[in-house]
């Protein structure tokens, strides 16, 4: 098992090599969409706040005043000069790219247009969750929405404006949002105190019943690897979900 300080020692070392490589590629091209994304990422992770909103602003700047064929020319099989593009959690941008790549490989304005919503949107949502983490609610909406804006599709958004929602104390707002996320992708398991939350303080009595139900079905067919369970307190009301690990299904269905 790998120790929280070595797990910890090597993540610093990697963001170190990482940010060499940065430092290079903007002595480089200056003016490069793709390393000023990277640095945004980069300094996101390692908490560096100054930087991060610096490289988000330049990031930005360069989209309003330079020509795309300037910005991306750096494009080539994969956009990249030393470190690749990250989607943070958000595969469906990645997935996104890939497929506008096959499709419109031979379209390079509209293959470069696309990257730029892409990346873009992704800015958006570092800096939701940003300002998200320091409560700052009412900048992390503006940025989801924008991020929405982009791609009305990505569901992790969704979780996080009702999260926010939460936070503003919008319960109506935050119940609307989460039902919106979890009816396009339920099995999001780590939202689903949060949605059962704002069902219950937007004061959505049929609402919640009918979510409780349909919860306590997916719990009773779907197996996690190592399973999850939690329970919840609505009033004098306890509610528990469980689901099987992996090692349950094999004792239930294969061990003879």
Known sequence: MVSVQKYEYDKRKLLEKAFEYLNSSLNFDSNSLIIWYNSAFLHYSAGNE?????????????????????SMYQVRGYPEIF???????????????????????????????????????????????????????????????????LFNNLVPAYYTLGKIYLGMKRFKDAASVYLKAYNEEPFFFQYWIEVLTALYLSGDKQGLDEIIKEMKLISSRVYLYN??????????????????????FIKEYIST
């Open 50 to 70: 100054k930087e991060f909103l610096e490289s988000c602003s330049r990031f930005f700047r360069i989209i309003r005043e330079f020509p795309t064929d300037e």
């Open 83 to 149: 470190s690749p593009i990250i989607f943070s959690s958000y595969t469906i941008l990645k997935s996104y790219i890939d497929r506008v790549w096959i499709e419109n490989f031979d379209n390079t304005y509209f293959l470069r247009n696309e990257i730029i919503k892409a990346l873009s949107a992704q800015i958006y949502v570092f800096l939701c969750n940003f300002f998200l983490e320091r409560q700052d609610f009412k900048e992390a909406e503006k940025f989801c929405h924008q991020a929405l804006k």
């Open 227 to 248: 399973g999850s369970g939690f329970s919840i307190n609505f009033g004098e009301e306890e509610y528990s979900f469980n689901l099987r690990s992996v090692q349950d």
